[in-house]
């Protein structure tokens, strides 16, 4: 598949911690190392990160529910403070159905891996969570790729989102 690089998917920077709904399914198998997307910088080394990164994928899928609801404006007001700084709400109202409407109606997702990091290319240091879905639409199969980042209330937001 070929990455769907656009002003939509930059648009799509973005973050919530909401509940996963049944749409979401266990990994049948493990993710090779190898498919983990963001060329960041390496992953810290602390014995929680498998906590972090549990945590930083339930939020990733919750949020991607909003997306499933087209629920725009919601998903949004719930992303992190980096998204909505850079993001105005308008260019988010008109991109992300553009680049979501055309893959139709969800039809399966299913998590994969997930990465901490302490720090990402052009993001301030902080604690993130790069998440990978295998997720079947009707029109078309992508690999939705998920950054959530550890805001100071202590919730994970998602602050990245595309699709390839």
């Known amino acids: 598949m070929k990455p769907t690089l656009s002003l939509t998917t930059a648009l799509c920077a ?38 972090k990164e549990k945590a930083g994928q339930v939020a990733a899928a919750g949020w991607l ?18 998204f909505r700084t850079s993001v105005p709400l308008p260019a988010w109202m008109d991109g992300i159905p553009k680049l979501r409407d055309p893959m139709g109606a969800l039809v399966e997702r299913v998590p994969g891996e997930s990465v901490y990091k302490t720090t990402l290319e052009g ?36 602050t990245g989102y595309l699709t390839r």
């Open 65 to 82: 529910v909003l997306l499933d609801r087209r629920d725009w404006g919601r998903a949004w007001e719930t992303s992190g403070s980096m």
């Open 14 to 51: 973005l973050a919530l911690s909401a509940s996963v709904h049944a749409q979401l399914k266990l990994p049948k198998t493990e993710a090779p190392a190898a498919a983990v997307a963001p060329a960041a910088a390496p992953a810290a080394s602390t014995g929680d990160n498998a906590e």
């Open 123 to 158: 993001r301030p240091d902080g604690e993130y969570v790069t998440s990978l879905f295998q997720t079947k639409f009707a029109s078309r199969e992508v690999e939705e790729v998920v950054t959530t980042v550890h805001e100071a209330d202590g919730r994970w937001r998602v």
